[in-house]
């Protein structure tokens, strides 16, 4: 899945050796893939006419960039103050404890990466996830523990459409 | 295409031949003789009411979909809405809206039938949608259980004595000048927009005015940046006008990095024809030909809507060459940022755009004399913009009468929090913070007691209630140890720990800084490292760990000074604000910390102690199953109990209780 190749090379769309694209490029390159690979920043590099180490200088720098593919649901929690304040520091804890991996990393079976952001910019309901840019506000440990549940149930679900008939 | 300019017969406004007075015909009527007198003027006045939703023949259902409201489902409800009207055959219109502002109350739902005024549903719910279909767009009564207010008295049966909008506490004490529009136009429409005003100001000031007058305008409003520390935005331009420069940037700074705002985001979804408006107008004065929108990629229906704003701007020839056939030719372009707090930084700002890492330089020189790619440039902040319309629309007079001796017009708050009421408000400068948490805010749920607001962000304070009473002002809070900031305004009862929030901005800040200069680097991490070792337990720890925290603690106050004083940038140098300010405020919970090792808000968990309440306790025995330590032991149908040195006070225990027998001190 991961390898697809885009019908359009998102390249073509930058002015070559223009190196303040570099971010916009990369962004394209994630959207596509789900992240950085290394070929594609080999790529980038090559494109705009920059040392590799510059591009990859610039992708760690910012947050939003990953090396590693997602899992299937993306859960975000937001860490802004009015959610710490309501106690998303518990829910963190909860989803870390449930899914067994810590803030930044893929569960082994691919199926969930648990992440931390600044702020989603949804403080008037407090504390916020986004699950695939779903949000959901207002929750608690125990509303948390149930929609996980229910996104476990469907990511099972998913899965078994998935197996492979032997 | 564009039903402006098909309702006079002789009007040829296009991208290609921009008519001067194209605006003014809109708004005013037809300006020039070749239209005058035409029929098209009755269709004019005809269609701007219809636009403005003042005449029509179907009702009108209106859904607000700014992120608050699709967080709270209105999605759901808006497909509800379209399913139940296309099932039933009903005739109406359902349009989205963005942001009223009252977010804990969300979704919100207008109805408005022909020749009455809006009624305003709160808390709905696609099962709640028959039942206002059924009463309010097919009768003429009202669901009163979900009834927020309606916009304007009304005689009309079933309208008759029903609360007003503006009358309700928490719209009762603002005062909507850069909110006007939220909440109540389609921000993905331009037509609507303009037939609210949009780009009436831009097309007095490129018809009548010149860049001095215009920046000259702006002073007198007396104008800050309401991006943080409150730059005279006059100044600003003035700088930039003053440079000679083949090119001049404009940037506008949408990377509302800050923790616990989001007035930025509500703006730009909810009606972006203002800040391209604003933008616009800013680019005049400086003489800048091209734009950026720095806009955070967390805010992705900000940025897909601001898109379609900047598209729909350059077909009526708002944006782009020629604009309004003034000679003025700007255009303006979306740069995604990528998640670093620091590229709110203005100089980080600009490295970013240019491709590279978001690290802060050194100022001066200042980006008005070398900004961008080394060129002029001016950053503002996307408040500021939305208030230049605001400003050239009312006079600078009439801006400025709105206010405190140095602060004018209104601010918007993004108030959040342990309160009622959640959501944007914006009041006048000088309003008392009491009167936004209290009145607007409607006070401290759950019968706890108000302990601080925190102002500012990360670069902010937390101020207790003995200063509540301190106006909305850039100087005033400034006195009282906290600051102005984009405006993040997150309130807190007792039970948040003071030393708990200073450790959580310094564990975000020590996280962001670029890490450039080493007074940012080194001292947050310092800073972190002493907070976290006070909230620590004592259990286990040794006589040079002791040390180490009373010695952290002596040395908290210089530390913070040194690094104020030396880092590079505005995020170093206001660092250590939180833990300042909460010094100041509440020392004596940082001694409580230090000597007891306690917790008097019972928010440290580690300083905490587990006990079952031996009379509550059932002896059902699920805290002992979720206990992952095993240190709850008990015989079923026997109270409970905790070995506590076995617990590791992960709070499983307790969240699971169904009896709230597990107590914590």
Redesign the interface.
């Known amino acids: 899945m991961e390898n697809t190749i885009p019908e359009t090379d998102p390249l073509q769309r930058y002015p070559r050796k223009d ?6 490029m ?2 394209d390159v994630q959207e596509i893939h789900g992240y950085l690979p290394e070929a594609e920043m080999e790529r980038v590099a090559e494109y705009i006419g920059i040392p590799v180490s510059r591009v990859y ?2 992708a760690t ?5 990953r090396f590693q593919p997602f899992g299937e649901y993306v859960i975000k929690v937001c ?8 106690g998303s520091f ?1 829910l963190l ?1 909860t989803l870390e ?1 449930e899914l067994g991996v810590k803030a930044g990393d893929t569960t082994r079976d691919r199926l969930f990466t648990l992440e931390t ?10 504390p ?1 996830i986004a699950v695939n ?1 779903q ?3 207002g929750l608690t ?2 509303s948390l523990q149930k929609l996980l549940r229910t996104y476990k149930a469907k990511a099972q679900k998913t899965e078994a459409e998935h197996e492979p008939v032997c | 295409m564009n039903p402006f300019v098909e309702c006079f017969s002789g009007c040829t406004h296009a991208q290609a031949a921009p008519c001067p007075r194209f605006v003014d015909c809109v708004n005013l009527g037809a300006q020039c003789d070749s239209a005058r007198g035409d029929e098209g003027e009755l269709r004019r006045t005809e269609l701007l009411a219809r636009l403005r939703l003042e005449v029509h023949q179907k009702p009108v259902v209106f859904v607000g979909m700014g992120t608050c409201g699709l967080a709270n489902g209105a999605q759901g409800v808006f497909d509800a809405f379209a399913a139940e009207f296309a099932v039933r055959g009903i005739d109406a219109t359902l349009l989205r809206t963005g942001c009223l502002g009252y977010c804990s109350r969300e979704v919100l739902v207008d109805v408005k039938l022909p020749g009455l005024p809006r009624i305003t549903y709160a808390d709905v719910t696609p099962r709640d949608v028959p039942s206002i279909i059924e009463s309010s767009v097919l009768g003429r009564s009202v669901v009163v259980s979900k009834l927020l207010g309606i916009a304007a008295p009304c005689d009309a049966e079933g309208w008759h004595g029903l609360p007003l909008l503006h009358e309700l506490p928490f719209f009762a004490k603002q005062q909507k000048r850069v909110l006007a529009n939220c909440g109540i136009v389609d921000p993905e429409d331009i037509t609507q927009a303009m037939a609210h005003g949009a780009y009436r100001a831009l097309s007095r000031v490129l018809n009548t005015m010149t860049p001095e007058a215009l920046i000259q305008d702006v002073l007198e409003g007396g104008l800050r940046g309401r991006g943080g520390g409150g730059f005279p935005t006059g100044k600003k331009w003035e700088f930039a006008r003053a440079q000679q420069s083949d090119v001049k940037y404009l940037i506008c700074n949408a990377d509302e990095g800050d923790p616990g705002a989001f007035m930025d985001r509500a703006v730009l979804e909810s009606d972006p024809h203002r800040v391209v408006e604003g933008m616009i107008i800013a680019a005049y004065a400086i003489g800048a030909s091209r734009g950026y929108v720095y806009c955070r990629a967390e805010y992705p229906l900000a940025i897909e809507r601001l898109r379609r704003t900047i598209a729909d701007a350059r077909a009526y020839g708002l944006l782009g060459e020629n604009i309004l056939g003034s000679g003025f030719s700007f255009d303006l372009l979306i740069k995604k940022g990528a998640g670093a707090f620091v590229c709110g930084e203005e100089t980080a700002l600009m490295n970013s755009i240019e491709g590279r890492r978001g690290m802060p330089r050194p100022r001066p020189p200042y980006p008005s004399v070398s900004g961008l790619f080394g060129k002029p440039t001016v950053v503002n902040n996307v408040e500021t913009f939305a208030n230049v319309p605001v400003l050239l629309g009312l006079g600078a007079p009439a801006y400025a009468a709105l206010g405190t001796t140095t602060s004018k017009g209104t601010k918007i708050f993004a108030l959040s929090g342990r309160v009622f009421n959640t959501g944007l408000v914006e009041v006048p400068m000088g309003t008392t913070l009491r009167e936004v948490v209290f009145d607007i805010g409607g006070g401290i749920p759950d019968g706890k007691r108000f302990k601080a607001v925190q102002i500012g962000g990360p670069s902010g304070g937390a101020l207790p209630e003995s200063v509540i009473d301190t106006p909305v002002d850039y100087e005033q809070l400034k006195q009282v140890g906290a600051m102005m900031g984009s405006g993040g305004l997150v309130v807190m009862d007792e039970s948040t720990c003071m030393v708990d929030l200073a450790k959580y901005f310094m564990a975000f800040i020590e996280e962001e800084s670029c890490g450039k200069c080493i007074p940012c680097r080194e001292g947050t991490t310092r800073l972190l490292e002493t907070l976290t070792s006070l909230t620590r337990s004592h259990r286990g720890e040794s006589a040079d760990d002791a040390l180490q925290r009373f010695q952290g603690m002596v040395y908290l106050e210089r530390l913070a000074e040194v690094i104020t004083d030396a880092s590079l940038c505005g995020l170093g140098q206001s660092a250590p604000n939180p833990v300042v300010s909460t010094l100041r405020y509440f020392r004596d919970e940082y001694e409580a910390h230090l000597y007891d090792r306690v917790c008097p808000a019972g928010a440290c968990r580690e300083l905490l102690t587990y006990r079952i309440d031996q009379e509550h306790c059932n002896g059902c025995g699920l805290c002992a199953m979720k206990c992952p330590s095993g240190a709850i032991l008990g015989e079923k149908k026997h109270a409970h109990y905790i070995i506590e040195e076995k617990c590791t006070r992960c709070d499983q225990c307790r969240v699971n209780c169904a009896h709230h027998a597990i107590l914590a001190h």
């Open positions: 190196a303040s694209w570099l971010i916009d990369l962004q200088g610039v720098f910012y947050n939003q960039f860490r802004g103050t009015a959610c710490h304040v309501k518990d804890q404890n952001v600044a702020c989603i910019g949804a403080c008037s309901i407090a916020v840019e949000f959901h506000g440990v125990k």
